[in-house]
């Protein structure tokens, strides 16, 4: 039911599989991208901890944080 969605694999199977199904190396590589990006964000105490009251101060602290990050 989930190939009839028109879902693609994305992760690449082990070396050892014997039925080895291909897989889109540009998805993988940019979900790669943004999984790194999430794992550079949670680095942040504030943001990992979710210590902001407001959705609102948060939203401007992960915006803050992303530009920390692109500008390393």
Not at 18 to 26: E, N, S
Not at 30 to 39: D, G, Q, S, T, V
């Amino acid at each position: 039911s989930i190939r009839a969605q028109g879902a693609c694999v994305v992760i690449p199977q082990r070396k050892n599989r014997l039925d080895r199904r291909p897989f889109d190396k540009a998805l993988f590589k940019a979900r790669h991208l943004i999984e790194n990006f999430f794992c550079k964000l949670k680095e942040f105490k504030r943001i990992a901890m979710r210590s902001d009251k407001t959705d609102r101060s948060f939203s401007a602290m992960i915006y803050l944080v992303a530009a920390v990050i692109n500008s390393r």
